[in-house]
């Protein structure tokens, strides 16, 4: 059997994480699943299993037959869609996590990962080097959904002695995977546009700052956390993590030192109000502190490395 199990493998982080645990444990070693088939040939080389996971009877079914070491359970509706449909998101986010962590009670899986987000904080929780314990305020259904599950966690660790660990990732930005539903996006969408010399229109205003990460960094620090001694884990809501703060203006300059004929124009929509409830910048101490986090990428390496990743794939294609 294999001995870990992605749910929500088709997303963004899904498709960059599962190639980080192929490398790390070995194709067979890993399991995904997700309710549509990702869109990358190395990521299905692992087995697949198509699950709904808010259906409670399959997600135990899986979980039992696979008894996994672990389960990184990523599905879930982002911020920007979630206020289109915030029910749909609440069944997602919510349903989705009590499944886990009750066939985790069960004793089906040992350790458990699960995704919060800088969507928990909000007007009242400051805005520059946001504390672990900093009030949490969410506006949006999805962040009322990330508040509840951290605290979900925490109750299933106390209670049941469930082994579940989670990080509040900032806006993920990566080459290898699409962003969807997303505040923080546009992020990842203006090198794609810089890339094919298109004017990037922007939904964000040119000053909105906002906490980042590269998906490497993200990715290692996750594999990092789920690594560590049961005994270092000392937050089991979920954790702080920062690596760099910017505005659509700094990404866009940070471009311009490559592509120097890059455009971006601003116009701010609906996801504007969300990304001014969140903060500007976090302080992860308490993960460095507890499992040794420190990240490796900052926006001028970000740009290179997206312009290279996103032209290399273009290249491949067209060649
Ligand atoms: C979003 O923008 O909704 C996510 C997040 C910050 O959790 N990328």
Not at 25 to 32: K, P
Not at 138 to 163: F, I, Q
Not at 225 to 254: D, G, H
């Amino acid at each position: 059997m294999a001995q870990a199990l992605v749910i929500g493998s088709a997303g963004q982080l899904g498709i960059e994480l599962v190639l980080a645990l192929q490398a790390k444990l070995g194709t067979n070693e890993v399991h995904i699943s997700d309710i549509r088939v990702p869109e990358n040939e190395t990521v299905l080389q692992s087995r697949f299993f198509h699950l709904d996971a808010t259906d409670e009877s399959s997600v135990f079914k899986l979980l039992e037959e696979g008894n996994y070491d672990e389960v990184y359970h990523l599905a879930a509706m982002l911020s920007a869609t979630g206020e289109k449909r915030p029910l749909s998101a609440w069944e997602l986010n919510m349903q989705s996590l009590l499944n886990v962590l009750e066939a985790a009670k069960e004793g089906y899986v040992k350790r458990v990962f699960w995704p919060s987000s800088i969507a928990v904080f909000g007007p009242k929780t400051p805005r520059k080097n946001v504390a672990q314990d900093a009030a949490l305020d969410p506006t949006t259904v999805y962040g009322v959904s990330k508040l509840a599950g951290e605290y979900w966690c925490r109750y299933y660790h106390d209670k049941y002695g469930v082994d579940v660990r989670s990080i509040r990732y900032p806006g993920l930005i990566g080459h290898r995977s699409l962003p969807g539903g997303g505040t923080t996006d546009y992020a990842v969408d203006i090198y794609h546009a810089a890339v094919k010399n298109e004017v990037f229109h922007c939904f964000l205003e040119a000053g909105t700052t906002l906490p980042m990460m590269y998906m490497d960094d993200a990715v290692r620090g996750t594999l990092e956390l789920m690594a560590a001694p049961k005994s270092a884990i000392r937050v089991r809501t979920s954790y702080n993590l920062a690596a760099m703060s910017f505005t659509p203006q700094a990404v866009a300059e940070s471009i311009r030192a490559v592509v120097p004929n890059f455009q971006i124009e601003y116009a701010p929509d609906h996801r504007q109000a969300i990304a001014s409830s969140w903060p500007e910048s976090i302080n992860d101490q308490q993960a460095r502190d507890d499992w040794g986090w420190n990240p490796e990428i900052g926006l001028t390496e970000l740009t290179q490395i997206m312009l290279d990743g996103i032209s290399a794939k273009a290249h491949e294609v067209t060649g």
